[in-house]
């Protein structure tokens, strides 16, 4: 489950949210990665989309995209967005079984607490099609912390992500690391994985 106090921050500043990552991304490669990675037309999910930016960035290349978030502010942006249908669910409400091609959960799970992590791997492998593939954003590091702005955050090694992806049955292909500053002003060190169900 995510964290209530998160999901009211994101709730009050949803507007500013979506102002300070449009520009981040639009140049973002990771969706391009993501997107080449779907057929043609296949159908995917935006696991904690925000206000929708890659979300419709998928529409636009021509996927059939389902997107989902525990704010309800993020999902009333998201849903305006063209070629995208959005909806209001938390993590443990993914009941799908093989039916994406594709699942992006960038920089969402990072909000549930740790011991909730193999549960929502586990949903995301059944509900990928055989040989869909995930891409997870994670902070990385190690513990768990709030940021300035009340924010709840795990943090996450390769190794550990690695076990738990494993775990789900859940095959890890690529790796990308890099650093970024978010909506709190901090640098931060982050690595995503892209994985094969």
């Not at 964290?3 to 981040?24: C, F, H, I, M, P």
């Not at 419709?56 to 021509?62: L, S, V």
Request: glycine letters at 10%; hydrophobic letters at 40%; aromatic letters at 8%.
């Amino acid at each position: 489950m995510s964290d209530d106090r998160t999901l009211g921050l994101y709730n009050r500043q949803s507007a500013e949210y979506a102002a300070k990552v449009e520009d981040e991304a639009a140049r973002d490669p990771m969706i391009e990665r993501f997107i080449a990675a779907c057929p043609k037309g296949g159908r995917v999910l935006d696991l904690g989309c925000g206000p929708g930016h890659f979300a419709e960035r998928m529409a636009t290349a021509g996927l059939r995209v389902e997107a989902t978030d525990a704010a309800r502010a993020m999902v009333d942006l998201a849903a305006r967005r063209p070629g995208v249908s959005a909806r209001l669910a938390r993590f443990e409400d993914l009941d799908a079984q093989d039916a994406y091609d594709g699942i992006w959960a960038y920089f969402s799970l990072l909000h549930a607490p740790r011991a909730d992590l193999p549960g929502h791997l586990g949903r995301i492998a059944r509900a990928l099609k055989p040989g869909g593939i995930l891409f997870l954003g994670m902070k990385h590091g190690q513990d768990s912390k709030r940021d300035r702005l009340d924010r709840y955050y795990e943090y996450y090694e390769d190794e550990e992500l690695t076990r738990h992806l494993s775990a789900a049955g859940l095959r890890p292909a690529d790796t990308w690391r890099g650093t970024a500053e978010g909506m709190a002003g901090d640098p931060e060190d982050w690595i995503v994985i892209a994985a094969h169900g």
